[in-house]
């Protein structure tokens, strides 16, 4: 199956601040999706982007298919934003599979 | 729309008892995925079902099953608990079945086994 993952690990920011998550893959997949988990475990749908470049907000992502990574872009951050982030590629398996997150903590 | 629904909501059972829970997916999605998440092993798939029909699986033994009715709502039944399967378990439904279908998730079942 493929294998994800994802950096960094963790992650600790002042309010304000901007940061990268990464997330690399080993084998191509057909889409990707990024998630949000809250402090209660529900998983939040940021963004499903197999390929290029979108944004909501002062979220983006860009998935590189051909080059297996994705990131996502955290711009002004806020103390909302504290949880953890998956990646999760998708390949003709069907499932997602889940990368071992980044854990960010925005402090006020 | 609602969203995906999964309950009970938490749940305490003993070694060697089953478990069912339930899911509900989001009116119009056809295709319900379960996932087990627990703090060594992270986030891992269960099973996939579709039009009543298991499509797929992960590597899970024999104790973890499911099903799906007609009106799409599944249900995931674990047998002879273990300590090890406390966890969360989540469910998620997406339109159809297919890589390219997004998936939605529920707020989980947090399993506890004692």
């Known amino acids: 199956g493929i294998q994800v993952e994802q950096s960094p690990p963790d992650l600790i920011l002042q309010e304000g601040a901007n940061s990268t998550l990464r997330c690399n893959f080993s084998d191509s997949v057909n889409n990707l999706q990024w998630f949000h988990q809250n402090p209660w475990g529900q998983l939040i749908n940021l963004f499903y982007?197999?390929?290029g470049t979108k944004q909501n907000g002062r979220l983006s992502a860009t998935t590189v298919a051909t080059e297996r990574y994705s990131l996502l872009y955290i711009s002004s951050s806020q103390t909302t934003d504290s949880g953890v982030y998956f990646c999760a590629p998708r390949n003709a398996g069907n499932m997602l599979t889940f990368g071992g997150g980044t854990r960010l903590m925005v402090k006020p | 729309k609602a969203g995906v629904t999964q309950t009970p909501r938490y749940l305490i059972k003993t070694r060697g008892q089953q478990v069912t829970l339930s899911c509900s997916p989001i009116?119009?999605?056809?295709?319900v995925s379960w996932y087990q998440q627990t703090p060594g092993q992270g986030l891992q798939f269960l099973f996939e079902y579709f039009s009543e029909t298991q499509r797929n699986k992960g590597n899970f033994p024999g104790r973890f099953s499911g099903r799906q009715f007609s009106n799409s709502r599944s249900e995931m039944n674990v047998s002879t608990l273990e300590l090890g399967d406390s966890a969360l378990y989540l469910c998620?439904?997406?339109?159809?079945?297919?890589?390219?279908?997004?998936?939605?998730f529920g707020p989980g079942t947090r399993l506890t086994v004692t």
């Open positions: 009116s119009g999605h056809r295709s």
């Open positions: 982007i197999p390929s």
């Open positions: 998620a439904s997406s339109l159809a079945l297919g890589s390219s279908y997004e998936q939605y």
